[in-house]
């Protein structure tokens, strides 16, 4: 089973910056194009950004230009830098597959963006 394990999330100020990483399990990143989604507090889980097997990125509107997702092919890592983070990004992060292919969430990772 494909199994992926996310870290980095913790409590930063509005505005601040965070780093969260995504190890995936096998040589997986490499092959298929990763995703990051957040789940807040009474809200669905969201999709918040896309990168391709190739590099190729695609964001939600409402982290465009403040986030970045990339990844490291090499170590099958997957990462989203958060910078101007608002109170309304607080949320579990999580990475996975496409929806079309997911067979199970990890445990994510907790941002917290408060002052």
């Known amino acids: 089973q494909v199994k992926f394990v996310e870290s980095g999330g913790g409590l930063v100020q509005p505005g601040g910056s965070l780093r969260l990483s995504c190890a995936a399990s096998g040589s997986i990143s490499s092959m298929y194009a990763m995703h990051w989604y957040r789940q807040a507090p009474m809200k669905q889980r969201e999709w918040v950004a896309t990168?391709?097997?190739?590099?190729?990125?695609n964001y939600a509107d409402s982290v465009k230009g403040r986030f970045t997702i990339s990844r490291d092919n090499a170590s099958n890592m997957v990462y989203l830098q958060m910078n101007s983070l608002r109170s309304e990004d607080t949320a579990v992060y999580y990475c996975?597959?496409?929806?079309?292919?997911?067979?199970?969430w990890g445990q994510g990772t907790q941002v917290t963006v408060s002052s």
């Open positions: 996975n597959l496409d929806l079309r292919y997911v067979r199970s």
């Open positions: 990168i391709t097997t190739r590099g190729g990125t």
